[in-house]
């Protein structure tokens, strides 16, 4: 079984749009879309038949691989790449991701529903007035029950500088593997 969860504003969230295509793809099917003038679009998807009972979906990793879940992440990165890309392998892992561009919009998200996230999984350098070490601190004394993880595409002096500032919270070093971060993740969730 695959979960796909998104924002409130679903039709035209791009995020929806991208975790269908990537279940799609993931599972050997096809999208068909077609627009026909006053009857709005129709989207087909194709997949291929199970062949057998008890087949694990592409949205589940199969016992033995990858370290996955279920929880519910909020993704927090300003380059919209990186976040598309950690989106399609967060979800691909099976976690239930929502995601944001900056701390600002990230915070605002965590007071309105704190409680339906696990895991805040946020870049360190980001625009606007609350940067992502700055995230970490608040959710850690607003919900200590919440669980932080921190990426940072800095190397070397900076990085390792804010990691040791970071409370426990590990930083995981862009660019990332899906394995990488796979296992950064279950363990963050696990601690």
């Given at each position: 079984?695959?979960q796909i969860?998104?924002p409130?504003?679903w039709?035209?969230?791009?995020?929806?749009?991208?975790?269908h295509?990537?279940?799609v793809?993931?599972?050997g099917?096809?999208i068909?879309?077609?627009?026909?003038?006053?009857e709005g679009?129709?989207v087909?998807?194709?997949?291929p038949?199970?062949?057998?009972a008890?087949?694990?979906?592409?949205?589940?990793?199969?016992a033995?691989s990858l370290?996955?879940?279920s929880e519910?992440?909020?993704?927090?990165?300003?380059n919209e790449?990186?976040?598309?890309?950690?989106?399609?392998?967060l979800?691909?892992l099976?976690?239930c991701?929502?995601?944001?561009e900056n701390?600002?919009?990230?915070l605002?998200l965590?007071?309105?529903k704190?409680g339906?996230f696990?895991?805040v999984?946020?870049d360190?350098m980001?625009?606007g007035?609350?940067?992502?070490f700055e995230?970490?601190q608040?959710?850690l004394e607003?919900w200590?029950?919440?669980?932080?993880?921190?990426?940072?595409?800095?190397?070397?002096?900076?990085?390792?500088?804010?990691?040791?500032?970071?409370?426990g919270?590990?930083?995981?070093r862009k660019?990332?593997r899906?394995?990488d971060?796979a296992?950064a993740?279950r363990?963050?969730?696990?601690a």
């Amino acid at each position: 079984m695959t979960q796909i969860c998104t924002p409130d504003d679903w039709p035209n969230h791009p995020s929806r749009n991208r975790q269908h295509a990537g279940f799609v793809h993931q599972s050997g099917g096809v999208i068909d879309t077609v627009s026909a003038l006053g009857e709005g679009p129709t989207v087909r998807l194709f997949l291929p038949r199970a062949v057998e009972a008890g087949v694990v979906s592409a949205g589940r990793p199969k016992a033995g691989s990858l370290p996955h879940g279920s929880e519910r992440i909020l993704l927090v990165e300003d380059n919209e790449q990186v976040r598309a890309v950690a989106v399609e392998q967060l979800t691909s892992l099976g976690y239930c991701v929502v995601e944001t561009e900056n701390g600002d919009t990230a915070l605002a998200l965590l007071e309105k529903k704190s409680g339906e996230f696990d895991l805040v999984f946020s870049d360190m350098m980001m625009p606007g007035l609350v940067d992502g070490f700055e995230l970490a601190q608040l959710v850690l004394e607003r919900w200590p029950s919440r669980k932080v993880q921190l990426t940072s595409g800095f190397s070397g002096g900076v990085g390792d500088k804010l990691e040791e500032q970071a409370m426990g919270v590990t930083v995981i070093r862009k660019p990332y593997r899906k394995a990488d971060l796979a296992r950064a993740v279950r363990a963050t969730l696990a601690a």
